[in-house]
């Protein structure tokens, strides 16, 4: 994982617009996020996580032949953040493409990777989930701007022959969905195909707190129902970060204890495509995630898009 080394913390924000440290938490959960400078790009962000996951890997970039970088906040319109970080990378060959899907970038990206490897045509990929989006964010406006930070996560997932059961390790089951009906919720209100602005992310927020709960759980339950498991059998439940409460309501539909939750939404705020590899690299530097454990993602977010993967570490 990769984050700016700046924290900006709910009592600095306080400072700013008309907010406190209580509201944030009780309504939230974060306690502070990370605030990337004009130096650290979504690439940048993106290419130190990419290859902090290779060393933990020890798989080389010159293995690497399918990379997808999940963003909203690409350092360009056009190239792909994903070719920017290839390009750091001194990879020559493959392929490497971003994936828009807000806040489930990160699942919609794992869940093509995986089918890249599966079809054969691939062997070894690079997903990564990088994000800056306090760019993204109106400054005076309190019902946004004390939500979100900047970071990126990267896991590397390499193709081997398995037995087709869910003993195998690697992306067991994975199940991503979209609604655009809905994708006047949580957008931004400028483009390069629109009005030629970058514009401001604006959301409702307790419309989509009020679609987060139902779809996330219908994700998780498809994805469970899926393996034949329950929310007994998960050793890890590792959502996006948006907020605790949104968290703790899955994580109880489900039957996880908190015991068994990675939460960083306390540190990170919300990340967007980033905030699942944030929490898995957390969780796997600590020590908490061992190999052979499942470990079941989901995360919603604009579009609306939603989506959750199990996983076998
Ligand atoms: O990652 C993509 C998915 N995004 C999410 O999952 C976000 C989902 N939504 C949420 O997490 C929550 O809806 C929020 C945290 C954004 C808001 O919490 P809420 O409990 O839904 O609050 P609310 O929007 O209903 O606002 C309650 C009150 C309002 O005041 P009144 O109208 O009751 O007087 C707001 O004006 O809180 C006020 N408020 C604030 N007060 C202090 C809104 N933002 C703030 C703030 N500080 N930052």
Redesign the pocket.
């Known amino acids: 994982m990769a984050l700016p080394d700046r924290i900006l913390t709910n009592a600095e924000l306080a400072t700013m ?4 440290d209580d ?2 938490r009780q ?2 959960g974060i306690e502070q996020r990370h605030i990337a400078d004009e130096s650290e790009t979504t690439s940048v962000l993106g290419t130190a996580a990419a290859r902090r996951a290779l060393a933990s890997a020890g798989i080389g970039a010159s293995d690497v032949d399918l990379i997808i970088c999940a963003t909203s906040t690409p350092d360009h319109t056009f190239p792909a953040t994903a070719t920017e970080i290839q390009h750091a990378l001194d990879i020559h060959h493959g392929v490497a493409f971003d994936v828009q899907a ?2 489930s970038g990160f699942v919609f990206a794992l869940a093509t990777a995986d089918k890249f490897l599966t079809s054969g045509s691939h062997k070894v990929a690079l997903v990564i989930g990088a994000e800056t989006f306090s760019r993204l964010l109106d400054w005076n406006d ?6 979100f930070g900047d970071g990126a996560g990267a896991v590397v997932l390499a193709a081997e022959q398995g037995t087709g059961t869910i003993a195998d390790r690697g992306v067991l089951h994975s199940h991503i969905r979209s609604e655009g009906r809905y994708r006047d919720k ?1 957008y931004v209100d400028g483009g390069a195909g629109s009005n030629g602005k970058v514009g401001h992310l604006r ?1 409702e ?2 419309e ?2 009020k679609h ?1 709960v139902i779809n996330l759980a219908d994700t998780v339950e498809a994805t469970l129902a899926a393996t034949g498991l329950t929310g007994a059998d998960i050793d890890w439940f590792v959502p ?1 970060q ?2 605790k ?2 968290i703790d309501a899955t994580a109880h539909k489900l039957g996880v204890p908190g015991s068994r939750v990675v939460y960083t939404v306390q540190d990170h705020g ?1 990340t ?1 495509a980033a ?1 699942i590899p944030l929490a898995l690299a957390t969780a796997v530097g600590d020590g908490r995630i061992q190999r052979g454990q499942l470990v079941l993602v989901e ?4 579009g609306f898009t939603w989506g959750s993967a199990l996983i076998r570490w």
């Open positions: 617009v008309d907010t406190s509201w944030i309504r939230t807000v806040c309190r019902g946004t701007c004390v939500l949580l959301m927020g307790r989509v707190f987060a996006h948006a907020n409460r949104i919300n967007s905030s995360a919603m977010g604009g």
